[in-house]
């Protein structure tokens, strides 16, 4: 049997649990493709997967994780949600992409393995061409901001000439926040530290709120939108800062952004018409994952942090 290599967690903890090894190589079902893995992403998502810190996260949706995700040990060692790369191989009744397509997918809910060189995937997953004209490092880093920030930001009922302000403005969900609100036509103010004020500058905020140097409570703005895309603010703490019909929304306490392949095909031709780039703070190499959930678990990255894999 072939096998390939993928990062392991058999238990819960720090980024020390993920080991490199091998397991068997997938071969896909009729309805599935195969694909070669050439890069995945860390976000704040699978750091609190691979240590079960579900902390701000409601007491029913805990019970629920454990249940699901495992209660003592993870469930599928096998980790990672999203990756990008070429499609191998074919099942025989799949229609919709060939040999060669290259991709970028989210595996299926909580079935993970994206932490690995090869993937077999539902042809009827959430899956999409990568835009023409990104590399797979740079395309992995839009599906999973790009799509949480698009799934929150209609939530809203964004329109033309809202005020929309993003906090965490920096982050994997906050800079694609940002630039998707502006395509919407919205006035868009980031929250954001000292360090990143160039960043979202050029991501197109019309204002930067240095959260470090400013009270951003002490705004005197009223806002159609407030977007907390790290989950560190409340509706109580914020509200004053809203309009009468404005809303608060959190990734935190807003759902689960269930998002439509159509929103992933609305993403591919943002990048493509250069509306949206990506952002990334750093790469890793397959070999490096612990070193790459270290710097996640700091929670100061800028954008994206990608694995090459392949």
Not at 25 to 30: A, I, N
Not at 186 to 215: F, M, R, W
Request: proline share 5%.
């Amino acid at each position: 049997m072939e096998k390939m290599k993928a990062i392991l967690c058999t238990k819960y903890g720090p980024p020390e649990v993920l080991v490199l090894g091998e397991v068997l190589k997938p071969h896909p079902k009729k309805n599935e493709v195969s694909i070669k893995v050439h890069a995945t992403a860390v976000n704040s998502g699978d750091c609190r997967i691979r240590s079960l810190n579900l902390s701000g996260v409601p007491f029913l949706q805990r019970i629920f994780a454990r249940l699901v995700l495992g209660i003592s040990k993870p469930r599928r060692p096998v980790q990672g949600l999203w990756l990008a790369g070429e499609i191998e191989a074919i099942g025989e009744s799949v229609k919709q992409f060939h040999v060669g397509d290259k991709v970028y997918a989210r595996t299926p809910d909580l079935k993970f393995g994206a932490y690995a060189e090869y993937a077999c995937l539902p042809e009827k997953s959430f899956m999409a061409l990568i835009p023409s004209n990104l590399s797979y490092v740079e395309a992995i880093a839009i599906p999973f901001g790009g799509v949480t920030a698009l799934f929150f930001l209609k939530k809203g009922n964004i329109q033309k000439g809202n005020k929309v302000m993003i906090y965490g403005a920096s982050g994997a969900v906050g800079s694609l926040a940002v630039q998707i609100a502006k395509y919407y036509g919205a006035v868009v103010p980031g929250i954001c530290s000292t360090t990143n004020i160039d960043l979202i500058k050029s991501l197109g905020a019309d204002k930067i709120i240095d959260y470090i140097k400013e009270d951003f409570l002490a705004d005197n703005d009223l806002y159609d939108i407030i977007f907390d895309t790290v989950g560190k603010i409340s509706y109580t703490k914020i509200k004053s800062l809203l309009k009468p019909e404005g809303k608060f929304i959190s990734v935190v306490t807003s759902g689960h952004a269930h998002s439509d392949i159509k929103d992933l095909i609305t993403l591919t031709e943002l990048v493509e018409s250069g509306k949206v780039k990506p952002v990334i703070d750093r790469k890793y190499t397959f070999e490096q994952m612990v070193e790459a959930h270290r710097y996640v678990d700091l929670g100061h990255k800028k954008g994206n942090v990608v694995i090459t894999v392949n």
